[in-house]
């Protein structure tokens, strides 16, 4: 019989935690999901700077070509650009010539019309010594413009040059994107959080019990005093629901038996008892609750001076 009792409080306390976990699984579900968002905005806010890179690279090549129209070529080739940093290599696969003023012209036009950047830096370097023959450096930002574009008119001869052109990073604007993530990112972690918290509470409200000094939770199956959780088994649970329904005042042992054992056959005559000595102990904290035991008729849950 002991056996028993003991094989029904473990069956009991293995349904209970599986109880457990799957509201726990449930109450996360929603932070799953805002995860899952805040993955695919990162992954979407990377997709469209790299489009951007392509695009770069599409506007240099185009500012090749038109250099080496300049130099009266129209069928050699310009290379694929190298991307290093902030940083871009436009190589010629013929010599070019240019006078100043033209390639500022051109290099001027696209970069302002395709890419709207403010503030960027051209060096023509030789080939092999990556000399620096001629350089300028336009920055059409508030509050200095700059407008550097040294010998204009000097017209420099046919040879094997490379035209690095460098963005400057000016933090206030290049800033924008990633405090734009940043702030979306914050705005769906804060909505978040505080959805749950809503709906947490929202939970909260809905299923707990106040008897005397410990607060019951329906749904998770526990007993909050002060700080500390004390857990119960289904048939604990099951049980405090039954004597709570009919607070301060008896319940038949038979009716007991049946709400929370139905028809499982599997209960012996000292089960109600081995769970009502846990109940107890679980509830023993608060003086001013008592679970009694009315000779040959049942229980009694009596709390806050109940008689």
């Given at each position: 019989m002991l056996c028993k009792s003991l094989h029904i409080a473990l069956r009991d306390g293995i349904a209970g935690r599986i109880k457990e976990y799957l509201y726990?699984?449930?109450?996360?579900?929603?932070?799953?999901?805002?995860?899952?968002?805040?993955?695919?905005?990162?992954?979407?806010?990377?997709?469209?700077?790299?489009?951007?890179?392509?695009?770069?690279?599409?506007?240099?090549?185009?500012?090749?070509?038109?250099?080496?129209?300049?130099?009266?070529?129209?069928?050699?080739?310009?290379?694929?650009?190298?991307?290093?940093?902030?940083?871009?290599?436009?190589?010629?696969?013929?010599?070019?010539?240019?006078?100043?003023?033209?390639?500022?012209?051109?290099?001027?036009?696209?970069?302002?019309?395709?890419?709207?950047?403010?503030?960027?830096?051209?060096?023509?370097?030789e080939c092999e010594t990556y000399d620096v023959v001629y350089s300028f450096?336009?920055?059409?930002?508030?509050?200095?413009?700059?407008?550097?574009?040294?010998?204009?008119?000097?017209?420099?001869?046919?040879?094997?040059?490379?035209?690095?052109?460098?963005?400057?990073?000016?933090?206030?604007?290049?800033?924008?994107?990633?405090?734009?993530?940043?702030?979306?990112?914050?705005?769906?972690?804060?909505?978040?959080?505080?959805f749950i918290k809503r709906n947490k509470a929202a939970i909260i409200d809905d299923d707990l019990i106040k008897i005397g000094d410990y607060q019951y939770n329906t749904r998770t199956m526990v007993l909050i005093y002060d700080d500390e959780t004390i857990e119960l088994t289904s048939k604990e649970a099951e049980?405090?629901?039954?004597?709570?329904?009919?607070?301060?005042?008896?319940?038949?042992?038979?009716?007991i038996l049946n709400k929370v054992w139905g028809n499982e056959g599997d209960y012996i005559g000292r089960t109600l008892d081995v769970f009502i000595s846990k109940l107890r102990k679980k509830l023993e904290k608060d003086s001013s609750i008592e679970i009694r035991n009315v000779r040959g008729v049942g229980y009694k849950l009596i709390v806050n001076g109940g008689t």
């Open positions: 726990t699984m449930k109450k996360y579900v929603g932070i799953g999901i805002l995860l899952a968002v805040i993955f695919f905005v990162v992954a979407g806010c990377a997709k469209k700077e790299q489009v951007s890179q392509e695009h770069i690279e599409v506007v240099l090549r185009k500012v090749g070509h038109e250099i080496l129209l300049l130099s009266n070529d129209s069928t050699s080739l310009v290379h694929p650009i190298i991307h290093n940093g902030n940083k871009y290599r436009i190589q010629f696969e013929a010599d070019i010539g240019f006078q100043p003023d033209s390639l500022v012209g051109v290099v001027d036009t696209l970069i302002k019309n395709e890419l709207s950047n403010k503030h960027y830096l051209v060096q023509v370097q450096e336009i920055k059409y930002s508030e509050p200095e413009p700059l407008v550097l574009i040294p010998c204009g008119t000097r017209t420099q001869p046919k040879a094997c040059y490379e035209i690095v052109v460098q963005f400057m990073l000016d933090t206030q604007q290049s800033g924008y994107g990633t405090y734009a993530v940043v702030l979306l990112l914050v705005v769906l972690i804060g909505g978040g959080l505080f049980l405090l629901s039954v004597l709570y329904g009919s607070v301060n005042n008896t319940i038949d042992r038979d009716i």
